[in-house]
């Protein structure tokens, strides 16, 4: 196994260093517990009233991957195999109309972990600190820390440019967690080995290596192994504990061990088309944001390998995700234990002749999203739309505290209580100048300052891939009018609004 790179931000790093790394890890995790506690005390004393049942507060497992989109058993993708998903899905509430702010890693996820809209975290790009412009923002994680919960980081929750940070604390938010772990296997020192389309690129172009080795060898493998001692370790104590895995797959470079590419033969993939003369139909900014240089025209079997590719590499994350919910079974804990999946933002694979991510199509803007709760949810299917910055309020409500006055997301307790709930009519995304809202059959989109620059209009009933542009259309003017009211009268003013008691700096 690969050496970790660990930090503790809160803990100091005097007489451990000749220690081995889960020797050290050990005992840094026990110093930063008790710096915890002393930290909190005041606040630990407060939190017995949290919950209804006091003295077995709910533990948080938050699980993650990297641009993911909704290619799983459990969303109905007819090929890719996620059985560790479905598993998940069938015990907890799968969220269908998920979506997130800002279909780019850093924005994306900093708006999840703040609770706020990128317009009020004004982040709009990578490498950016979440504390650059909010430097009083409680995050999500860090509110529970308040609270008494130890909260553990183990790989990517904040951004980092992978692969190049992997091993790395790469953009994390150090006030955000008590531990980290930042795991470091094979398929980062094995770049060279790595097929990319752009000589010397591997994270923002299309890449990929079916690898040699184990599971066990990957960085992600290692990070679920590093997850199941954590649990193992939280079923000893009776402190609760949030904690966080974020996996790196399936980014580019699409890495996971040859047998997971085996069960996607590439003569079997099915590559998405685009009408004749499709760009024409488009705006501007949006055929822009689809018509990247590197990834127009690519050759068949390119795109054949990169579907592949990226269908293994969700496989491979699935099996690491299951080993940590068996893990969370076998230790107890799993009755007493909030799990929380979901992706940053989606990701084309071909559609609308596009790869990757940063788009303002349903594709890019849409993520998986399962919240289990024990005793509470049971394998449904919610009709309500759901944002990424609504994760924040739920998890506050479901664990019994005061919402905290800056969030601006709405709580999903009233859909996982009853699927039937709707607490959302419509979604909201933003990209560049460019903002998308979705509602229960159209998707509208407006580029620039009241569509100076471009509008589209999408009937999803009739066409879900959204490959019909129907703003022009005359029988669509009705819709139009509803959706561009809905634009106006949603989210897209509050998310503008300052968030009460966070300063924002430029």
């Known amino acids: 196994m690969r050496a970790l790179s660990m930090s503790l931000f809160t ?177 980062r020192d094995e770049l060279d080995e790595t097929f990319t389309i752009q000589a010397g690129r591997y994270g923002g172009t299309l890449s990929w290596l079916a690898a040699e080795g184990s599971d066990d060898e990957q960085t992600d493998g290692i990070a679920a192994i590093e997850a199941m001692e954590r649990l193992e370790h939280h079923a000893q104590s009776d402190e609760p504990f949030f904690l966080a895995v974020g996996l790196y797959r399936p980014h580019t470079p699409y890495t996971s061990p040859r047998p997971y590419f085996e069960r996607y033969p590439t003569d079997s993939v099915r590559v998405p088309t685009i009408p004749d003369g499709y760009y024409d139909t488009l705006p501007q900014p949006a055929r822009n944001s689809v018509a990247r240089r590197d990834q127009v025209n690519l050759e068949e079997r390119l795109k054949r390998e990169a579907l592949q590719a990226y269908y293994a590499s969700i496989t491979f994350a699935d099996r690491q995700l299951g080993r940590i919910l068996d893990k969370l079974e076998e230790t107890g804990l799993a009755d007493r234990t909030i799990i929380v999946f979901t992706s940053d933002h989606g ?113 999803r009933e009739k066409d879900p891939e959204e490959l019909v542009n129907l703003a022009t259309r005359p029988d669509y003017q009705e819709a139009l009018q509803e959706m561009s009211e809905c634009f106006s009268n949603s989210s897209v003013e509050a998310a503008r609004v300052p968030p009460p008691g966070v300063r924002q700096v430029q």
């Open 11 to 187: 803990a100091p790093r005097f007489a451990i260093g000749a220690c081995d790394h889960r020797t050290r890890g050990r005992l840094v995790a026990l110093i930063g517990a008790l710096l915890s506690l002393a930290a909190w005390g005041p606040t630990n004393a407060k939190a017995q009233d949290r919950t209804a049942d006091p003295e077995r507060p709910y533990n948080i497992l938050f699980l993650m991957c990297d641009d993911l989109n909704t290619n799983l058993g459990c969303y109905s993708h007819w090929q890719v195999e996620s059985p560790n998903l479905d598993r998940l899905a069938a015990r907890g509430t799968l969220f269908s109309n998920a979506h997130c702010q800002y279909p780019l890693c850093g924005p994306s996820r900093a708006s999840m972990m703040t609770g706020l809209y990128p317009d009020q975290t004004l982040m709009t790009g990578n490498a950016v600190y979440v504390r650059r412009h909010t430097p009083d923002v409680v995050t999500l994680s860090q509110y529970f820390r308040r609270r008494g919960y130890f909260a553990t980081r183990i790989g990517k929750i904040y951004h980092y440019n992978v692969p190049l940070h992997v091993g790395t604390s790469g953009h994390d938010d150090p006030e955000s967690w008590d531990y980290t772990i930042n795991p470091r296997g094979r398929d």
């Open 347 to 459: 990701y084309h694979m071909g559609e609308h002749g596009h790869f990757q991510k940063m788009t303002l199509f349903n594709d890019a803007t849409q993520v998986p999203l399962i919240i289990a709760v024990p005793g509470l949810t049971h394998g449904e299917r919610a009709a309500t739309g759901a944002e990424l910055i609504d994760l924040y309020p739920t998890l506050v409500e479901l664990c019994g505290y005061d919402r905290p006055e800056h969030l601006s997301g709405v709580s999903l307790v009233p859909a996982l209580r009853d699927p039937s709930n709707v607490v959302r009519d419509s979604v909201l995304t933003r990209m560049g100048q460019g903002y998308t809202v979705r509602n229960g059959r159209y998707r509208f989109t407006q580029w620039g300052e009241d569509g100076a620059n471009g509008v589209e209009l999408y009937d």
